[in-house]
């Protein structure tokens, strides 16, 4: 046997393609999905399938398993993790009289169904029947659906029929109640019936999903036109030059942090957004839907009543980077202008400098001059004294005609001393 190193990921990356497979499903069938949304709850969730696993006498999911199937009887269970929400479908085969009056949540402990962790985000009631059973889309309205107008098409190249209206119908089981959604197997067969009531789900899931952004896109739009309004009376005040440079870019840096807080606020909500949009039309695309005469097929009613409000995340998300680019303009244009007045200023400043400086120097040799006089008047005092001391002594000198030579020699020694030593200061 030939060993070779193998990658550590590589069974996780080939199972992948086997994650969460679709469970087959035989009509008749009774089938309820329930989509709970957490945040940091994986724990939680992982915990109450097990849970339920053990009530029914299940086996135990593995540790870092995200999805699973059990079969208790004639009761399915099927569980996926997703990265914000857990999934539990529960489908309960065999013929009934009133799909929607009993469910197999009815067959689930009372107790772990109300404990379960998370926000329900989606809960749908499903029930599959046999082609015998088909009947008018018009009759199936009135039946179960209240006389709503359905949304439904046939679907898998006609082998199959389906039918919902997207409404919340009541329930006692939650107070929100559960959509509805009537499937009619033509000739599906269980593995491609499985896989189409997966699809129905997982699009009524995301689209739910993708509708989260939907709030924060309009209290986005609200904030926008805020910080907008506000940008454009400072904007204004720059041109008009009314205030102070330095005040209004302390404004446009506030206003660019305002910004920042609201993309980071809702940039993962937009993006998860548009992933969850997109799976919307992935599994409309692999319904394989056709029209059924005076029904509203899936994929229209996306594009007409889901595809708006997404366009409205989109338009937030624009108008979110159209305002940082005008924030970042107006803040670039204050702030050149604020170092083309710092930088006139310092020219002046140094301009100012020179001209002390040259003050100064010519004070400083105004006072140079006085200090060789200065000290020019008080040698030649001494020598004038010196000089009367030696005639004193019996030398016969001129003391004033000595003490005048001595003026312009002692003057010039004074101003050559003085030179020397500031000569060797500044080196």
């Known amino acids: 046997m030939i060993t070779l190193n193998t990658h550590p990921l590589r069974r996780s990356l080939n199972d992948e393609a086997h994650a969460r497979p679709p469970v087959a499903i035989s009509s008749p069938a009774r089938i309820t ?7 940091d709850a994986e724990a939680e969730q992982r915990a109450a399938m097990s849970e339920l696993a053990s009530r029914l006498g299940l086996p135990q999911p593995e540790p870092r398993q995200v999805h699973y199937t059990g079969v208790a009887g004639d009761l399915t269970v099927r569980w996926a993790l997703h990265t914000e929400f857990a999934r539990y479908s529960f489908v309960l085969g065999g013929d009934f009289v009133e799909p929607f009056e009993r469910c197999p949540l009815d067959r689930l402990p009372a107790d772990w169904l109300g404990s379960l962790p998370g926000q329900v985000m989606v809960a749908t009631h499903a029930v599959l029947l046999p082609a015998d059973q088909e009947a008018p889309a018009a009759e199936i309205s009135q039946r179960w659906f209240g006389g709503h107008d359905l949304i439904g098409a046939e679907i898998g190249d006609g082998n199959g029929v389906a039918y919902t209206d997207l409404r919340l119908h009541p329930d ?9 959604l009537v499937l009619i197997d033509r000739d599906m067969g269980p593995s491609q019936s499985g896989r189409m009531v997966q699809r129905l789900f997982e699009m009524e899931t995301y689209r739910l999903l993708a509708l989260l952004a939907l709030p924060e896109a309009k209290r986005q739009m609200r904030e926008l036109d805020r910080l907008g309004t506000q940008l454009r009376r400072v904007t204004l005040r720059m041109a008009q030059q009314q205030g102070h440079d330095a005040s209004m870019l302390d404004e446009l840096t506030d206003l660019s942090a305002q910004g920042e807080q609201l993309i980071a606020q809702s940039q993962y909500r937009f993006a998860a957004a548009r992933a969850y949009y997109q799976l919307v039309g992935r599994r409309i695309d692999e319904l394989r839907e056709r029209r059924l005469s005076g029904l509203q097929p899936f994929h229209e009613f996306m594009e007409r009543r889901l595809g708006p409000a997404m366009e409205t995340c989109a338009t937030a998300v624009r108008r979110q980077e159209r305002l940082m680019t005008r924030l970042q303009r107006s803040t670039a244009l204050l702030r050149t202008r604020v170092e083309v007045v710092h930088e006139e200023q310092n020219r002046a400043l140094l301009a100012s400098m020179d001209r002390r400086a040259a003050l100064q120097l010519r004070l400083q040799e105004t006072v140079e001059g006085l200090s060789v006089g200065v000290l020019t008047y008080y040698a030649v005092g001494l020598l004038g ?13 001129d003391v004033e005609l000595l003490t005048g030579l001595a003026i312009p020699l002692v003057a010039f020694a004074v101003w050559l001393g003085m030179r020397r030593v500031k000569q060797s200061l500044q080196h």
Do not use: I, N, Q, V
């Open 33 to 39: 999905t329930l989509t709970l949304f957490f945040d």
């Open 172 to 180: 006692p089981r939650l107070a929100e109640g559960f959509s509805r």
């Open 385 to 397: 004294y010196m000089f009367k001391a030696c005639k004193a002594a019996g030398l016969h000198l």
